[in-house]
């Protein structure tokens, strides 16, 4: 299965950059792994933001094929810990899916489309990150999660 996290916007923090691609190479070990990013909508601030939501939900749909598993990212998502995550993996894993898209969107949200075509929604806490930090802290829970599938010394209750 190919695991992919799609994210609106480029990131300008090098520690965001760095910790992308650290986790990003560690979870190549246990899944076909990409990171695929959508461009940064031009004239974000002068747009309203119910048309910034709904042009970004129109790249991000276009980004899906129509078997794959749709994860957002969302503050009003599902809350798991790390062994239930892990659990929720092997699920989607054991599906038959080809791909599963974990999506980090802009700083506003989703528009209803991407809602609408979500296969679920998971929230990585009760607290609000910025949309850069989340994917770190997301590629880290993800690469957990895969160690605890394999019970390997990574994680400890």
Excluded: C, W
């Amino acid at each position: 299965m190919m695991t992919t996290l799609l994210v609106v916007g480029k990131t300008e923090q090098s520690f965001v950059e760095q910790g992308v691609a650290l986790f990003a190479e560690r979870l190549k070990h246990y899944t076909n792994f990409a990171v695929e990013i959508i461009p940064d909508i031009s004239q974000v601030h002068t747009l309203p933001l119910d048309v910034l939501k709904e042009k970004e939900g129109e790249l991000i749909l276009k980004k899906f094929h129509p078997t794959d598993i749709v994860v957002l990212l969302d503050e009003h998502g599902k809350h798991y810990t790390s062994r239930q995550f892990a659990q929720q993996i092997e699920k989607y894993r054991s599906s038959g899916a080809k791909r599963i898209v974990f999506v980090i969107g802009g700083a506003f949200g989703f528009s209803d489309a991407v809602y609408g075509r979500a296969t679920a929604s998971v929230a990585l806490s009760q607290m609000t990150f910025s949309h850069q930090l989340v994917r770190v802290i997301f590629l880290e829970q993800l690469y957990r999660g895969f160690t605890i599938l394999r019970n390997e010394q990574y994680h400890h209750d």
